[in-house]
Structure formats: C-alpha cells, structure tokens
C-alpha cells in the first residue's frame, strides 16, 4: 500500500482509503529456492536489505541487527559479555512468530543456501534477508523449517563497472555501567553483622565465634593508619574492578567490481570489543577482562563465460 500522511488538525474523525502501490507488487521476493515477484507469493515472507540493517548502528552480534527490522522476529539475548559467550558464538537467540518447542526452537539458517551459523557474520557483507515464518513458505525445507527459516544472501560483485568501487566504515561505541548495587564499606558491614550475631546468639550460641570487636572493626574503618590497610581492607570494588567507560571498535573494507567475464567482491572486517572490567596483574598470568576481537575475511568470484559452438 501506498503510505499516507495526513494532518489531523482537529478533526475527530478522519477516513482513510488504501491504496495499492503496484510498483511494489512487481519486486522480486526471495523464496525457498529462487525467487517470485511480490504479487504471487502466498506464504508469510518478509524481507529486509543491507541499508535497513546498518541503521542499527554499531551492534557486534549480526542477530541483534534484526531486532526490530522485521515483523514477527523476536531476539533474546541472554548474555552481555563480550563476543556472546566470549568465544565468538553467539548469545542471541532468535524467534520466528514465538517460541514453538521448549528445547530451544531456532529457526534454520542458510547463508548463500548453504546452511551455517550467523555467528561472525558481518552486516557489511549482506545483501539481503528473507524470513520465511508459516508452513507454505517453509514446506521445502522439511523438518528442519518447522521454527521458520532464515535465507541470506551475500553481496556479489557488479558486471561491467570497469573499475573497482571501495567502501570502507568504521564505527566507534562507547559503553557505560548502567546500574550497580551500592556496596556497603567494610566498617559498616562489620556493625551490622555483628548485631546479626547479638540477635541470634540466644537461639545460636556458637555463632558468637564469629564476633568481631568493636577496637579490631575500627581498624576496617576510613581513614586507616598505612600498617593497617594491608592487613584490614577496605576495597571500593566498583572502583576497584570497572571501567568509566569501554570501546568497542569496526571497521570494514569491502571492494566490488567486475568485468563482462567476471565479477568480483571481496570484504575484509575487523572487531574489537572491550568490556567494563579493568586488567589485573597478578604476576600469575591471569587475566580477568572479557575483550573480544575477530577479524573476518571473505570474497566472491563469479564467471560469466560461456560456452560457444564453433
């Protein structure tokens, strides 16, 4: 349909009448295998491109580019580390038109029809999505479309551009904490234990063993004198642990051309995701940060040459 814009002004009733928008009728719409014009297809499909994709912004995790892009598409994420789980797969879970079974339920993935994780899959590198959601759409895929099925197609080169077109991006975010419990400090803490202790020692007696004095709780307490710092900490963990502010770097290189015989495009991506936690020396070799980094390659190499009869 056509859209419409309409100013209310006052009114209190406005009538709105439809209309086709036939030009769109005639786009071609990716399907299980091939592709139909918009006007014949009869299963729930929806589609998305590359453009619609990158307005997300700088997002790490290509599942998450989908949230809010297509109708009937749900994702979770259930972790915030960096690099989903920290190894590069994905935290994201999606949902086609809910959740169908209770044993995870994701829908298939076919990247170029092959079949294949989305994880690593940099947004530069789409050229177009389709989401198949009900039974007519995904009835060639078997068993395995039964969640819904997700068809990506990657970039291609153009024929015929002579020379080759470049296309670099670089997006830089940064992130903050946003809420955090506010900790007691280590005299404060001390106190009110200990009256949890002068409660319960009627009805527990040996819990008086965990007693602290009031002259020893006041060695925990700020200002210290510098002997007693070591031996009695007061540690700000918020400060002493986090980060103000992490980084997360992405850039991109793509390059696309092609001749009347061939066809060419080649990607290159790089990612670099901190987190919040502050790098520690222990002289042990133990690291505590969740940083992520990935770098991504690819290319495609198409031919057009046929074959001639003498």
Sequence with gaps: MTPQEIVVSGQTRIDVV?????????????????????????????QTTAEQLQRTGNVTDFKQALTGQLPGVV??????????????????NIFIRG????????????????????????????????ILKDASATAVFGVKG???????????????????????????TAKMLSKLPEMMESYSAIMIRNEAIEREVVLSEPSWLDYIPGELAL???KPQLPEYVEIYPNVDWEEAMFRNIGLTHRAALDIRGGTKVVSYFGSLSYLNEGDMFKKYDNHKGYDPSFAFTVLISGAILTSKLQHQQP
Excluded at 75 to 92: D, H, K, M, N, V
Excluded at 157 to 170: A, D, E, I
Aim: glycine share 14%; net charge neutral; aromatic share 6%.
């Design 99 to 130: 959740m169908n079974t209770w044993n995870g339920g994701q829908p298939l993935i076919l990247v170029d029809g092959v079949e294949r994780s989305m994880d690593n899959l940099d947004v530069n590198e789409v050229e177009n999505i389709s």
């Design 219 to 221: 060695r925990y307490k």
């Design 146 to 172: 039964a969640n819904g099925v997700i068809l990506i197609n990657t970039k291609r080169g153009s024929s015929g551009t002579g020379k080759p077109k470049l296309s670099f991006t670089y997006n830089a």
């Design 18 to 46: 439809m209309q086709e928008l036939v030009t769109a009728l005639e786009e071609v719409v990716v399907i299980g295998y091939g592709t139909q014009k918009k006007e014949s297809v009869v299963g729930a499909i929806s």
């Design 75 to 92: 994702t979770l994420t259930a972790s915030g580390e960096p690099g989903g789980t920290g190894r590069g797969y994905s935290a994201t």
